[in-house]
C-alpha cells in the first residue's frame, strides 16, 4: 500500500453526504454502501485525487490516534473500498 | 459497512431528509393510456429548469433520483439531461414505455449507468397493450426494449397496472417476464387522475378480481400483513413527505407523485425552504394515527395510502375508500386461510 500513487474516488458512483455519513452507490454492482464517521471524511477528502501518504497525513492532523493506528486502519480501509469499487487505486 | 443503514434510514426519517425523489420531466407522452392519471397540458422541464431543481435536490439531501412523464425519451435533451444527473452523483432510475428505446440509442442509454429502468407493460399480448395505450405496434417496441435493456445488462424491470381491461392475462404476464428474464411489479391500483377525475375508476379490478390478485400474489410472500397482525395498532406511516418527494413538469413540489397536493414551487422558493416550511407536511409526518381509523376491525390488514385518500376521498388524514375494499379483502383471505389449516 505505501507505493501507491494515487487514490481516486470511483467518479461513476452515486453517492451523497447525510449528516456525518457519507452513502455511495457504485454503478458497476448498484450496491448502496454507507461510509461512517472517518469513512465519510476519507470520501470527502478524496475529491480531489491524492496519494496514501497525503491522505493519512491529513488524517494525522484531524484525528488523535497513533500514527501506527490511523495508517494500518486506512490502508484496511482503502482495500476495501478498492474491493467494492468504490474508488480506484493507482500504483 | 451495511449494518449501520437501519440506524441512517432512522435519521433520514428523523430529520425529514428527501434521499428519494420523482422527477416528472414532461406530461407529453407519444401514448394515450386509458388508465392514465396524468394531466394532459403538455407541460415540461427545460434543461436549464431541471439543473436548477438538481442543485436544490443536492442541497436537500436527495440521492435516488427517478424520472418520470410522459415519456421522457419525447424530450429531445433528455440524453444531456440525464448525463448531467448522473454527473451530479445521483443514483438513476428511469420510468418509461419504452417505445422509443432502440439500437440507435441503447448504447448511450449504457453510459448512463442507470440504477433501474421499468417499462410499462400493460398486456401480455399486443392486441391487449395495444388498445390500453392507444397506439398500434407499442407491444412489439416496448419488448424490444426490455430486450435491448437486458442484453446491454442494465436492470429492468416490467411494470404493470392490473385492471379490468388486461385482468385476464394476469398470469401470462408474469409468464412474459420470466420468459424476457426480468423482474415484474404488478399493481392492482388505478389512481383518480391529478385534475380529481374519477372516471378512469371504471378500469379498477372488482372485489372478486382483487381476491383472486391478493390470493396468489401477496399470501405466499407478502410480510406485511403478518406484521399487522402482530401489531395491530401500528400506525399508518408513509414515506410520502418525510424521505420521499416528487417534483412535477411545473416544477410543483409535492409529498408524493401519488400525492398531488401542492407545497409550493421549486422556482419561486427553493425546495429545501419549502420542504422545511409546510404546515401540511408537518402534519404528514406526525400525524401517523388516523382517528377515524383508530377502532377499525380492519386495521390490521390495512395499507392505506394518504394519496389516494386525497385525491379519492379529499382528505390526505382521512378513511381511504380503497384501502377499506383493500383491507377487506385480505381479511377475508386471512381468514380462508387460517379455515384452510
Known amino acids: 500500500m505505501e507505493s501507491v500513487k494515487t487514490i481516486i474516488r470511483n467518479n461513476k458512483a452515486a453517492w451523497q453526504q447525510v449528516e456525518d455519513n457519507v452513502i455511495v452507490v457504485t454503478s458497476q454492482t448498484r450496491k448502496m454502501h454507507i461510509l461512517e464517521g472517518v469513512g465519510g471524511r476519507i470520501w470527502q477528502l478524496l475529491e480531489n485525487p491524492m496519494s496514501r501518504n497525503e491522505l493519512i497525513e491529513k ?8 500514527p501506527w493506528q490511523i495508517q494500518e486502519d486506512i490502508d484496511n480501509f482503502l482495500k476495501e473500498l478498492s474491493e467494492k469499487l468504490i474508488i480506484k487505486i493507482n500504483g | 459497512m451495511q449494518t449501520i443503514w437501519s440506524k441512517v434510514k432512522a435519521d433520514l426519517k428523523q430529520k425529514a431528509i428527501p434521499i428519494d425523489v420523482v422527477l416528472e420531466l414532461t406530461r407529453k407522452c407519444n401514448l394515450s393510456c386509458c388508465h392514465c392519471y396524468n394531466f394532459k397540458d403538455n407541460a415540461e422541464l427545460s434543461f436549464v429548469q431541471v439543473k436548477d431543481i438538481a442543485r436544490q435536490l443536492r442541497q436537500a439531501g436527495t440521492l435516488f433520483l427517478s424520472l ?11 440524453f444531456e439531461i440525464c448525463f448531467y444527473l448522473r454527473q451530479s452523483c445521483f ?18 442509454i449504457r453510459e448512463l449507468d442507470l440504477n433501474e429502468v421499468g417499462i410499462s407493460i400493460q398486456g401480455a399480448i399486443a392486441k391487449t397493450h395495444d388498445k390500453i395505450v392507444g397506439c398500434q405496434g407499442a407491444f412489439a417496441k416496448s419488448i424490444n426494449a426490455i430486450k435491448l435493456l437486458k442484453n446491454a445488462q442494465i436492470p429492468v424491470n416490467l411494470k404493470c397496472t392490473l385492471m379490468q381491461d388486461n385482468f385476464a392475462e394476469y398470469h401470462d404476464l408474469i409468464k412474459l417476464a420470466s420468459e424476457l428474464g426480468v423482474p415484474y411489479i404488478i399493481d392492482p391500483v388505478v389512481s383518480p387522475k391529478d385534475d380529481g377525475s374519477k372516471d378512469v375508476l371504471a378500469h379498477r379490478l372488482d372485489e372478486k378480481q382483487l381476491f383472486d390478485f391478493y390470493q396468489n400474489e401477496l399470501l405466499e410472500q407478502n410480510s406485511f400483513m403478518q406484521k399487522k397482525e402482530e401489531d395491530p395498532d401500528a400506525d399508518f406511516s408513509c414515506p410520502a413527505g418525510t424521505v420521499m ?10 409529498p408524493c407523485i401519488q400525492l398531488p397536493k401542492k407545497l409550493g414551487n421549486v422556482f419561486d422558493t ?6 422545511e416550511n409546510s404546515k401540511f407536511l ?14 377499525c376491525r380492519l386495521a390490521a390488514y390495512c395499507t392505506r395510502c394518504p394519496g389516494l385518500a386525497y385525491l379519492e376521498d379529499g382528505n390526505a388524514f382521512g378513511i ?12 377475508k383471505i386471512v381468514k380462508q386461510e387460517t379455515l384452510n389449516k
Open chain 2, 320 to 331: 381511504s375508500s380503497i384501502a377499506c375494499i383493500n383491507a377487506a379483502v385480505y381479511e
Open chain 2, 68 to 78: 418520470t412523464g410522459g415519456e421522457i425519451f419525447t424530450k429531445a435533451d433528455i
Open chain 2, 245 to 254: 418527494a416528487s417534483i412535477s413538469a411545473k416544477g410543483d413540489v409535492y
Open chain 1, 59 to 66: 488524517i494525522q492532523i484531524e484525528y488523535d490516534a497513533p
Open chain 2, 282 to 295: 408537518t402534519e404528514l409526518r406526525e400525524k401517523t394515527n388516523i382517528p377515524a381509523c383508530r377502532n
Open chain 2, 270 to 275: 427553493d425546495f429545501r425552504g419549502i420542504w
Open chain 2, 91 to 108: 443514483a438513476l432510475s428511469i420510468f418509461t414505455n419504452g417505445t422509443l428505446i432502440n439500437q440507435s440509442n441503447i448504447k448511450i
